[in-house]
Nanobody, 121 residues
Framework: HVQLVESGGGSVQPGGSLRLTCIFS?????IAWFRQRPGMDRERVAR????????SVAEFARPRFTITQDNAKNTVYLQMNGVKPEDTAMYYC??????????????????WGQGTQVTVS
């Protein structure tokens, strides 16, 4: 079982920066950041394979957003630079069970955090 706790959201002006933090416990083969904007489907922002694996960032987020991991702290970060009003959303950290695989589809992810709100205005 994987537990995830997000933090770091808040209100920021356009062009500003935020760093979201996801602290996780348990074993997983993929951790992703998703976001859900008002009235829209959940979409993947970025994902990382833990322990030095590959990284992928959605086209709409490049090059403004980066995803990194601190292995020693079991923490995954989403650095958001140059934010725009359209980045306003609830941001979620998600993970797959061991043996699972990364996907852009939310249904593939077995574990979710509670979310952290980002508001850009």
């Amino acid at each position: 079982h994987v537990q995830l706790v997000e933090s770091g959201g808040g209100s920021v002006q356009p062009g500003g920066s935020l760093r979201l933090t996801c602290i996780f416990s348990g074993s997983t083969d993929c951790i992703a950041w998703f976001r859900q904007r008002p009235g829209m489907d959940r979409e993947r922002v970025a994902r990382i394979v833990p322990d030095g694996g590959s990284i992928s960032v959605a086209e709409f987020a490049r090059p403004r957003f980066t995803i990194t991991q601190d292995n020693a702290k079991n923490t995954v970060y989403l650095q958001m630079n140059g934010v725009k009003p359209e980045d306003t959303a609830m941001y979620y950290c998600a993970a797959v069970r061991p043996g699972g695989f990364c996907s852009t589809k939310p249904a593939v992810y077995d574990y979710w955090g509670q979310g952290t709100q980002v508001t850009v205005s």
